[in-house]
T-cell receptor, first 114, second 109 residues
């Protein structure tokens, strides 16, 4: 069975640009969460979606937005990129998005902002 | 955002030795998880803990949910070279998951 897939693998952007990252969850999983992992730190929660509805939002500015599609795949959008947005962006999927559900992480998208 | 305090930051041990690491928080958590992350990959769940005082094992790994609900411990017995990686704790406060700062483990054959 395919795991969580993310695209692209790597991305280089310049300050002020916009970026869209994509995530396909494990088949059957209805919840997707996004995390930002800065080099040398643990992942930080950005968003959680369940059945196309936003279920949770972390402490990130409004430049970050996301959505979930009817097929449960998800996009993370970041506007007006800053140097500090350079990080590994991880997507995780689970069946119901509950704390007791196992989250399966994708390999991430490495974003570099120049 | 909140980050959990994880220690030690890094460990260099001989193959066969036991490893202990811990994670503390200023807040109470309802769930504690331990993950391992290899280079170029996302974190993989090792152990999940859902009740204060719970002690759970997964092969050579044992983790405990602290009775204060503000800490958790992970032990690895008889380390092997494939244990190399970064270990993260994560706690859920009823709203979201918070991750620790990570413990980098190096196993010397």
């Amino acid at each position: 069975d395919a795991g969580v897939t993310q695209s692209p693998t790597h991305l280089i952007k310049t300050r002020g640009q916009h970026v869209t990252l994509r995530c396909s969850p494990i088949s059957g999983h209805k919840s997707v969460s996004w995390y930002q992992q800065v080099l040398g730190q643990g992942p930080q929660f950005i968003f959680q979606y369940y059945e196309k509805e936003e279920r949770g939002r972390g402490n990130f500015p409004d430049r970050f937005s996301a959505r979930q599609f009817p097929n449960y795949s998800s996009e993370l959008n970041v506007n007006a990129l800053l140097l500090g947005d350079s990080a590994l962006y991880l997507c995780a999927s689970s069946w119901w998005g509950l704390p007791t559900d196992t989250q399966y992480f994708g390999p991430g998208t490495r974003l570099t902002v120049l | 955002g909140q980050q959990l305090n994880q220690s030690p930051q890094s460990m260099f041990i001989q193959e066969g030795e036991d490893v202990s690491m811990n994670c503390t928080s200023s807040s109470i958590f309802n769930t504690w998880l331990w993950y391992k992350q290899d280079p170029g990959e996302g974190p993989v769940l090792l152990i999940a803990l859902y009740k204060a005082g719970e002690l759970t094992s997964n092969g050579r790994l044992t983790a405990q949910f602290g009775i204060t609900r503000k800490d958790s411990f992970l032990n690895i017995s008889a380390s092997i070279p494939s244990d190399v990686g970064i270990y993260f704790c994560a706690g859920h406060d009823g709203n979201q998951f918070y991750f620790g700062t990570g413990t980098s483990l190096t196993v010397i054959p």
